[in-house]
């Protein structure tokens, strides 16, 4: 089944303790995302990659860095969290860059930091 | 700038009555796409529909349909005889040439 494998899908953490939420797709795709949900601010992206070892940053990276080594894997890293990072967090996978791909989602990581 | 305006924070219905999602969007792309995306209480995405900017077609599916008017930016969402398994955040999105950009969604209740 093609699709986006995102873990774990809840996770309670303490400020400042490094964490890494995976990411991996089966679906050969291209380009992948991070995005976060926050109440009335719909989904924000936090990273993407086009490809391998091809990152940038999206709306709102700070606080988050990203690795891409291997084409299906795309893992979100917080290397000192903060409770203001608690959220929904959704990876996504498209083909590639071109107007016409949807995202496919994971289905999501529910991150709380105290 | 905000790129995708879904105005309607939250809606509610009762059951079997007809609703309408907005979405208005901006770009200064020609060829763009736009998207809907439901979120249902369990969490998870699922895509709903695709739209590209030079088919202004109108789509239906079910009871679902799709009202796309490029000279409003306008890309809006009707349920028709909504039922409580609609009950979801929807999520309206433009693909352009630098990316997908979603809107803050709008939360959908239908009471039985």
């Known amino acids: 089944e093609a699709q986006v494998t995102q873990n774990p899908r809840y996770l309670i953490t303490v400020t400042g303790k490094k964490l890494t939420v995976t990411c991996s797709q089966n679906?050969?795709?291209?380009?992948m995302s991070w995005y976060r949900q926050d109440p009335g601010l719909g989904l924000r992206q936090i990273y993407y990659s086009m490809n391998v070892e091809v990152t940038d940053k999206g709306d709102v990276p700070e606080g988050y860095k990203v690795s891409r080594k291997e084409k299906r894997n795309f893992p979100l890293i917080l290397e000192s969290p903060s409770p203001n990072q608690t959220s929904l967090y959704f990876c996504a996978s498209r083909p590639g860059v071109g107007t016409s791909y949807g995202y496919t989602f994971g289905s999501g990581t529910r991150l709380t930091v105290v | 700038a905000q790129k995708v305006t879904q105005a309607q924070t939250e809606i509610s219905v009762v059951e079997k009555e007809d609703v309408t999602l907005d979405c208005v969007y901006e770009?200064?792309?020609?060829?763009?796409?736009l998207f809907w995306y439901k979120q249902p209480p369990s969490g998870e995405l699922v895509f709903l529909i695709r739209?590209?900017?030079?088919?202004?077609q109108n789509e239906i599916s079910g009871r679902y349909s799709w009202n796309f008017q490029k000279s409003t930016s306008s890309f809006n969402f009707t349920i028709t005889a909504s039922q409580v398994v609609d009950s979801a955040v929807y999520f309206c999105?433009?693909?352009?040439?630098?990316?997908?950009?979603f809107g803050a969604g709008t939360r959908l209740t239908v009471k039985p």
């Open positions: 770009t200064r792309d020609t060829t763009y796409y």
């Open positions: 739209r590209n900017s030079f088919d202004e």
């Open positions: 679906m050969n795709h291209e380009y």
């Open positions: 999105a433009l693909s352009e040439s630098s990316d997908m950009r």
